[in-house]
């Protein structure tokens, strides 16, 4: 490949995707090997990890080591926060958002995922479908992410033996099922050797499906955004104060979900107020026809009174408009859900006090048992209803990631809360 | 097609075209998903910071970023003014760079300056030719307390150096201007927590998610200006541990080092006597992504003397309160 070629991504896009699993799966291994074979890997940092490694006693390079990025990890041997990494090939650009597997980071995999277009569940092959499998994958489902890579890694300590690879495939395909996910893939690898991860190698001739890195490159992503339902959160007016630009009123913001177009009948939310797009504006010239996920800033053909927080959608197509909904949320605080105290919710633009009311069940992530309960600690999932003093423009999760989600404040402290995921009314 | 050098169209990307059909089913670049992501990011900060300032240094990234505001914010004017910490040792082509884009934007620019600060007092020295870079924290934390900015927005990115790739694009400082590694807010999807108490501090990096192959191609793409010591020029270099050290009267040979004069340019433009440039023959956009496609050295790794004093460099500055 010439230089050149190397960075014409001309048509490629950008595929975003998280990595869960232990450091004993070879996770971090793997990550290294992913970056390594690609050539993201430099010769500076390369000469670090060698440096590290001989400081930790051992020999060679260590890719781990190039993941564990803080004092306090490589001190510890830990991966204590998602850590994002970049990569690419002349077909793709890569983000992996490096997620750590402990029982207690449930809230790093969580903020990886929301991102995050698929996701690679690392099994170590000689320990099979474990506890932590399953709540991977539950968590996958729970964040909606559109596709699975079940990466079967240590395939070199099994003697490379298929049988082991289909017993894995079959048990983690079953309870998969059970969570609704769909785009699941199966490989089988050696991140330690290098078998299947860029280079098929000659240990697995056995298996015919794609390496990793093909998969990535090939996976089908231009669907993940939802196309049908136009969704324009206002971010920001713009309304200039140059004499010249007087009459120039733009609400800007970044189109979520769907398509418009110059023309299009439009309705403003909450206030329900109705008129047409005039102009979509960019500062490369104005656009017939804008889609998710651009920003721009769109002018309509009559003066409404439009400000941060409210939606513009295609009048035919219309969000719940909603004080009162239910949600599957996932709490990082260490101070517990308290039903009787004022949160605030962020959703989309929208910021409004809001009041848990109550815990319909609790999930346990290790055994998918719904429990009820009255509150909620740290790294726990429930199903919950939400009351907000203004309304707010919803659409379930499972048809829209951004419409769909939200954050739980504490007006108090200013901690993240929760992560919240919209579900639909029963 | 805005083309930088007709010819080698293909390294460049497609801009975005006015009557291009883009988004599901059309053509959507990588850089367009990173500009839209980065426009988004930057008009949170307007609408829910207080009083919020653009780190502007004359340098690469941070040319990015006020284009990126141009494209968030025009036709208005910019929600913020800009503010560069200067340590006194930049390069000349870099200050009158930054001058001179600020004049063309018609926004305001601050400067407070690392020498101030030592006059009051506030850096001291240990020896007169240390590198400043570090003592910048200071200065901007003493700019950030006398505008009382609640937000600084800055043009760091995650694949520069392993602290960064563990930070937030909102990134939350104490009161004391701390970044604290293992206690970050959770951030999800798009979801930015942007709230501050009176005396804490946001940093926001709306470039996190970028890499320095996707800086110079937006550049090339956007037919951005850019100081002219990034694009290869002659200048005198002594080598120094693996790298080279520009000569200049602040930082002149060492005893039994042998100046020669070398094609060079910078990947990075920071303070003078920790910034080191590469041999490099580009002198077009066109060529420096061509090189920039295919070296084997990260940019901090050729180009940062300051990185290179322990493995946690930039961690520990990072928790003082460095950008």
Known sequence: MSAIESVSFRASELLRFITAGSVDDGKSTLIGRLLHDSKAIFEDQLHAIQKSTQKMGASGVDLALLTDGLQAEREQGITIDVAYRYFATPRRKFIIADTPGHEQYTRNMVTGASTANLAVILIDARKGVLTQSRRHAFLASLVGIPHLVVAVNKMDLVGWSQDVFDRIRAEFAGFAEGLGLRDIGFIPLSALNGDMVVERGDNLQWYQGPALMDYLESVEIAHDINERDFRFPVQWVCRPQQETLRDFLGYAGRIESGSIQVGDAVTVLPSGLTSRVAQIVTLDGDLARAAAPQSVQLALEDALDVSRGDMIVKSDDLPRVTREFAARICWFDAQPLDLKKKYLVKHTTRTVPALVTGVDYQVDVNTLEQQPAGSLRFNEIARVSIKTLQPLLVDDYATNRATGSFILIDETTNNTLAAGMIEQER | ?323
């Open chain 2, 1 to 323: 097609m805005k083309a930088v050098d007709v010819g080698e169209m293909s390294i460049l990307q497609q801009p975005s075209q006015v009557e291009t059909l883009k988004g599901p089913g059309g053509t959507i670049s990588h850089l367009d998903v990173l500009e839209s992501e980065a426009i988004h990011i930057l008009r949170e900060v307007a609408a829910e910071c207080r009083n919020p300032a653009l780190l502007f240094s004359g340098g690469k990234d941070s040319i990015v970023l006020l284009r990126i505001a141009e494209k968030a914010f025009r036709p208005g004017g910019f929600p913020f003014p800009l503010l560069h910490i200067d340590t006194g040792h930049n390069f000349p082509e870099v200050i009158e760079f930054r001058d001179r884009r600020a004049a063309e934007l018609g926004e305001r620019l601050i400067v407070r300056s690392v020498e101030d600060s030592m006059r009051a007092g506030r850096v001291v020295l240990k020896r007169p030719d240390e590198s400043r870079n570090v003592h910048q924290s200071v200065t901007l934390l003493d700019a950030i307390a006398e505008f009382q900015f609640d937000a600084c927005i800055g043009g760091a990115r995650r694949d520069e150096e392993k602290a960064r790739a563990k930070e937030r694009i909102f990134s939350f400082r104490d009161s004391f201007g701390q970044w604290d590694p293992k206690n970050q807010r959770p951030e999800l999807w798009s979801l930015y927590n942007t709230r501050v108490h009176p005396g804490e501090n946001m940093r926001v990096f709306p470039i996190s998610n970028w890499t320095e192959l996707d800086v110079w191609q937006y550049i090339a793409r956007e037919q951005l200006a850019i100081p002219s010591i990034y694009y290869a020029h002659p200048r005198e270099v002594v080598r120094r541990s693996g790298q080279l050290a520009p000569v200049t009267p602040l930082t002149p040979p060492k005893p039994g080092e042998a100046a020669e004069t070398l094609s060079v340019r910078f990947r990075t433009v920071g303070d003078i006597t920790c910034t080191c440039p590469v041999e490099s023959t580009a002198t077009t956009l066109v060529e420096i992504i061509a090189e920039t496609a295919t070296t084997r050295i990260t940019e901090r790794g050729a180009t940062r003397m300051d990185d290179q004093t322990s493995e946690a460099s930039m961690e520990l500055r990072k928790k003082e309160g460095y950008f």
